[in-house]
């Protein structure tokens, strides 16, 4: 399994940015995809996550009513819309596919940097 992210970048406070994730390599089906990220100086963190048969969606606390996750079946991609951004959003993004524990992922991809500046 490759995980494929992009859409990272700087942005002000209170913009907004997508990320996207790329997976290729096998079928998704029973599989979950979602986001981590990891701040400097702290440890990762679970973000959001999708399961891929039924589309429920997870969040964590701190990005609910924020960030939206959805997917392309046809594409096999996942997004992570991030909306009203805060300086304390700031970190690398990790792509991740699981096969039923979200909290630990089977796949990572390379990390994305997000930057929001105050």
């Known amino acids: 399994v490759q995980l494929q992210a992009s859409g990272g970048g700087l942005v002000q406070a209170g913009g907004s940015l997508r990320l996207s994730c790329a997976a290729s390599?096998?079928?998704?089906?029973?599989?979950?995809m979602g986001w981590f990220r990891q701040a400097p100086g702290k440890e990762r963190e679970f973000v959001a996550t999708?399961?891929?048969?039924?589309?429920?969606?997870y969040y964590a606390d701190s990005v609910k009513g924020r960030f939206t996750i959805s997917r392309d079946n046809a594409k096999n991609t996942v997004y992570l819309q991030m909306n009203s951004l805060k300086p304390e959003d700031t970190a690398v993004y990790y792509c991740?596919?699981?096969?039923?524990?979200?909290?630990?992922?089977?796949?990572w991809g390379q990390g994305t940097q997000v930057t929001v500046s105050s």
């Open positions: 991740t596919a699981d096969r039923g524990n979200w909290y630990s992922p089977d796949y």
């Open positions: 390599g096998r079928t998704f089906s029973n599989y979950g």
């Open positions: 999708i399961r891929w048969s039924s589309g429920s969606t």
